[in-house]
């Protein structure tokens, strides 16, 4: 009984949401607004800027931006007129208003959220300690930085942006600026550079103030559960990849190993194992002298079964480049950690290079909780207003667009099996094709971009691919896509953030596309995420253009596969095979419910994942403020010396917990219960721990690495397992969910349709 209080009690504080479309609460402070605003139309622009500079003086004397944001918007508004001559829609000062009050924002795409970032940013501003707007790349940093400067520069505000690659003393002074534009990901690297400066020239961010997070559900959500990981270089396993690589590449699946229904994770049957021992002549796999051939063997099977090339990574320059699931872009500088990025350089036959070490790492989660405000704007919020409100305490506004929309999103057509569904897309192509309106087909994968590509040759019809492997082409891609008679096929690289102007930048050819319909979107597949599928649509239909959306799909698809929707339908249409579409109506409704629950897993596993980081993190703090203890207490080259020392210490950390992560899945850990350890690493212990081998580093007076390694006390270490998402006390608690909750989406679908879930009433 109290178990299950507890549990209750657990999701009823993540389940509390607020999401509203009433904007009736701002009506008042709008009003205001635009009544300063008409106060203000004759000033000069000396006046108006001095006007700024009393309210920034009021500010800093103490006094709450709240007060003064009907006065500071009016300012802001009148500052758009007189340099980029745009005025602020009502709804635009709305969402400004709602986007202070700590709220993620959910405007169309194409609606305008770049200047409703500068209203807010203005009037946060003027404390003068710095705001950010995180942008979803490095190119809208820049691009929205020069645009919106003279607006800041009216108001006598400055404004900076950063680069990924930018030399620390530019970066320096744009984080000094009144506003900053960055993407999240460099924010947090600076960040990490920053914490493990040596001297205080090193420091490059100052602290945290208010951040604004464009795109708040890819970068909040999405994004939140990878870590930024700082990494040095260290020597890989002491193992031969490439043999191993070819080894693994000859085992039998189901005999030699399993796989889940999943594909999350693998495992060596016991015929592998003997096979195992068989083939490098050892005694024993499980033997501490054959852990690293162990862990090898694991690596490498999961390169083979879990990380399909063209899929989760392209081959380029002889190099593997990751490809992220969520944007479709090659991440130059992700690399996948605790020797599979190793495993899978050998199962393409490449050379292995030297692996990372990880120096200092923090999730983009815990990164956005070190600023004392956040708030977001996005064209998709309401599906994640749970993990908005849960994770970082935000509500959600959703403001109706300045034009009214008029996309037309047809119900989806879905297929039996692949062929019908290939075919009914080259139909569906041509059909449309010939109206002369442009084309946006959306496909999963790099793999599936290409062989679309290839069958729509063989029918005759000419197009244009946009994913990983050819992005430098991008801009040009993108800006043919809304010609007349265009036909493109992308990954999910055209989604987010992508604007597709009818008819190019010609007038003329704008009012033809308009005429015949506008952009007509063909999506191939469901993602897992309902919001990915939304952005897509969210192509066509911009800024109350004309537009239209069908999505094409099979049961043969992976998301139908993987989560084995199938057992959805109705007994005789399990089998079904045939060229038309499905006509059942309750099919397309469990689909969309069938993503809801796989939406709800996810959700599970992040709050599972939030929930073992937030003790990392807890470690993590401290171990920092021990190091900024050390930094401001202490002189040079002591200061250098302690810093380095502690360093190492932090390393080991890091690093330890990567590698019992990882440790867990192998079965000579199956005996040891991390949990239990785990719940002795109270703070007060965790300072001692730190002490301690201080201490003993201290002792050693030496820095070097395999001295101290030797000396370091290996068994205080295993009770740091606590990022570990496998076995968390709900997993525990509950038998097996959380992570592995996907091995139970199968029955679990098929319970609850048998309990009549999903049933037309
Ligand atoms: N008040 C306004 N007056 C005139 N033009 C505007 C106004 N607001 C926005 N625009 C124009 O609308 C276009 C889209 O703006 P913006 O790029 O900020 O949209 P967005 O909401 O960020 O879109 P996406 O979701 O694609 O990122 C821009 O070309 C901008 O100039």
Same mark, same amino acid.
Not at 198 to 203: F, I, N, Q, S
Not at 283 to 287: I, Q, R, S, T, V
């Given at each position: 009984m109290k178990v299950t209080q507890t549990i209750k009690t657990f999701f009823h504080k993540f389940k509390q949401t607020t999401v509203t479309d009433d904007l009736g609460p701002y009506e008042r402070t709008l009003q205001q607004t635009l009544e300063h605003a008409d106060g203000i139309l004759y000033k000069t622009d000396a006046e108006l800027r001095q006007l700024t500079d009393d309210i920034k003086a009021r500010i800093q004397a103490g006094e709450a931006p709240d007060a003064h944001m009907p006065r500071l918007y009016a300012l802001v508004i009148e500052a758009f007129k007189r340099t980029l001559h745009m005025t602020p829609y009502r709804v635009q000062v709305m969402a400004a208003i709602a986007l202070h009050e700590r709220n993620v924002v959910e405007m169309q795409t194409g609606e305008g959220k770049t200047l409703v970032a500068v209203m807010t940013a203005c009037l946060n501003a003027l404390a003068g300690k710095g705001v950010h707007i995180l942008t979803f790349n490095d190119y809208l940093a820049k691009r929205d930085a020069h645009w919106m400067r003279p607006v800041y520069t009216f108001l006598g505000l400055s404004v900076g942006y950063i680069q990924e690659n930018m030399p620390v003393a530019e970066k320096r002074r744009a984080y000094r600026s009144d506003v900053t534009y960055a993407t999240a990901k460099e924010v947090g690297f600076d960040y990490l550079r920053s914490c493990m400066a !040596?001297? *205080? @020239?090193?420091?490059i961010l100052r602290d945290f103030h208010y951040a604004i997070v464009d795109e708040a559900d890819a970068i909040l959500i999405d994004e939140a559960r990878n870590p930024l990981v700082f990494a040095g270089t260290m020597a890989g396993l002491p193992v031969d990849h490439l043999q191993i690589a070819r080894y693994v590449s000859g085992l039998t699946p189901y005999r030699d190993f399993m796989l889940d229904e999943y594909a999350r994770n693998v495992f060596l049957t016991d015929h592998g194992i003997g096979k195992t021992e068989a083939f490098f002549a050892i *005694?024993? #796999? !499980? @033997?501490d002298d054959h852990h690293h051939l162990l862990i090898a063997v694991n690596l490498a099977l999961q390169a083979r079964t879990m990380l399909r090339k063209d899929v989760d990574y392209i081959l380029e320059d002889g190099r593997i480049k990751l490809v992220d699931e969520f944007t479709g872009r090659v991440v130059e500088d992700r690399k996948w950690q605790n020797g599979l990025q190793a495993a899978v350089e050998a199962k393409e036959g490449l050379a292995v290079a030297s692996e990372g070490s990880i120096l200092n790492a923090i999730s983009l989660q815990h990164l956005m909780q070190c600023y004392p405000k956040v708030s977001g704007m996005t064209g998709t919020a309401q599906h994640a207003a749970e993990e908005f409100a849960g994770f970082y305490g935000l509500g959600v506004s959703i403001i109706p667009p300045h034009k009214p929309r008029r996309r037309i999103d047809y119900p989806d057509k879905i297929f039996t099996h692949k062929a019908a569904k290939v075919r009914a897309i080259i139909d569906e192509v041509q059909r449309v094709h010939q109206t002369g309106r442009p084309i946006l087909i959306g496909t999963l994968t790099v793999k599936e971009s290409e062989e679309l590509q290839a069958e729509m040759q063989r029918h005759g019809i000419a197009s244009t691919v946009l994913n990983a492997r050819n992005n430098e082409s991008e801009a040009a891609i993108i800006a043919q896509a =809304? #010609?007349?008679g265009a036909v493109t096929i992308s990954t999910n690289m055209a989604g987010r953030g992508t604007d597709i102007l009818l008819g190019g930048t010609d007038q003329h050819a704008k009012d033809t596309v308009v005429a015949l319909g506008g952009l007509h979107i063909i999506g191939t597949n469901r993602h897992e995420s309902v919001r990915i599928d939304q952005q897509l649509k969210g192509r066509? =239909?911009?800024? =109350?253009d004309p537009g239209s959306s069908q999505f094409i799909i099979s049961m043969e698809d992976d998301l139908m596969v993987k989560y084995g929707l199938k057992s959805l339908l109705p007994e005789p249409l399990r089998n079904l095979r045939q060229d038309g579409p499905i006509g059942h109506a309750t099919i397309a409704r469990s689909i969309a419910q069938a993503q809801r629950i796989i939406e709800g897993q996810l959700y599970e596993i992040r709050l599972n994942l939030h929930q073992y980081a937030h003790f990392t993190e807890r470690q993590r703090t401290i171990l920092f403020n021990r190091r900024q203890d050390i930094f401001v207490s202490a002189e040079s080259p002591t200061r250098e010396y302690k810093l380095l020392q502690h360093d190492l210490l932090w390393s080991y950390y890091m690093n330890d917990i990567a590698a019992l992560r990882e440790g867990i899945h192998w079965q000579r850990m199956a005996g040891k219960n991390p949990l239990h350890e785990f719940h002795k690493s109270s703070d007060a212990m965790f300072r001692q721990l730190m002490t301690d081998l201080e201490d003993k580093l201290d002792n050693a007076h030496t820095l070097d690495v395999s001295e101290l390694q030797r000396k370091r006390p290996s068994s205080t270490w295993t009770y740091l397992v606590n990022d570990n998402p496998f076995k968390s006390p709900f997993v525990q608690l509950l038998g097996n969910i959380g992570y592995q909750v996907d091995l139970l989406a199968g029955p679990l679908l098929m319970i609850l349709r048998m309990l009549g879930w999903g049933r037309r009433k």
């Open positions: !040596y001297t *205080p @020239d090193e420091v *005694p024993n #796999l !499980y @033997d =809304g #010609l007349p066509a =239909g911009r800024q =109350g």
